[in-house]
């Protein structure tokens, strides 16, 4: 068995090791703070996109019951309708691709999501659940970069990327395709462009699965030693 055999065994079976966990686990009080992280993503993903596109962000507000509402006033409604989902897949890579970084690149962005989510929920979140939330997840991110030692951020980290990435899906599912008259975003998104709640789930979850699989492919990759792009992950 060849030495790259062996590194990508291994990476399968740490993946393998994650995802099991988290999916037994999903129900816990033990995933229910990620999950809530993962609201809050989905929330700030549409108020980016509306400051981006010319508008601005009033107010977010992040419930126990992990529901969520960014009110965004102005900016593209087209975009900003369509963030929500996809923006918490996308934060969901980005923060995997930190978690597989050299050196101490899984502390330093622990600790910068945390501040990141301090200065959010200090900035628009306006109920108190999601204040308290905020800000206790993210003192405790800032806490973790700077304590955990390598592994140990680099583990929280992709429980934050995977849980991100498979909550995106699942809640597109549970939101779009198996309950279509729920006003979801995609129930929006349908009301303002005439195009089917279901059309708008059908495509977001392919989107969402095929860039998980990129994401997957690109790490597997990398357990071998063939990721061309690995300056990527340099710390």
């Known amino acids: 068995m060849t030495e790259i055999t062996k590194k990508r065994l291994a990476f399968l079976a740490g993946f393998a090791v994650y995802f099991v966990a988290l999916w037994l686990l999903w ?6 703070p ?9 929330e700030i993903s549409h108020g980016l996109v509306a400051v981006a596109t010319g508008g601005g962000i009033e107010r977010i507000v992040i419930t126990a019951d992990q529901g969520g509402l960014c ?16 923006g918490s897949l996308l934060w969901g890579g980005l923060i995997l691709l930190a ?7 899984p502390g330093i962005a622990a ?6 989510v301090v200065a959010v929920t200090l900035l628009f979140v306006r109920n108190p659940f999601g204040v308290l939330f905020g800000v206790a997840f993210g003192v405790a991110l800032v806490a973790a970069g700077r304590q955990l030692p390598v592994q140990g951020n680099a583990a929280l980290l992709t429980a934050l990327g995977l849980t991100s990435c498979l909550y995106a899906i699942l809640d597109i599912k549970s939101d779009i395709l198996d309950r279509p008259e729920v006003m979801s ?9 005439g195009i089917p709640t279901v059309i708008w789930g059908v495509l ?9 699989a990129w994401l997957f492919s690109l790490a597997f990759q990398r357990a071998g030693g063939t990721d ?6 340099e710390a």
């Open 71 to 86: 009110q965004c006033p102005g900016g593209s409604r087209f975009l900003v309708l369509s963030a929500g989902y996809l």
């Open 27 to 32: 129900n816990s009080p033990v995933i229910y």
């Open 34 to 42: 990620i999950k809530i992280f993962v609201v809050l993503l989905h």
């Open 204 to 212: 977001w979850i392919a989107i969402a699965l095929a860039f998980s």
């Open 111 to 116: 600790a910068v999501i945390g501040a990141l």
């Open 99 to 105: 978690a597989r970084g050299r050196g101490a690149l």
């Open 185 to 193: 975003d995609a129930r929006m998104l349908a009301q303002f462009t």
């Open 228 to 233: 061309t792009r690995r300056e990527v992950f």
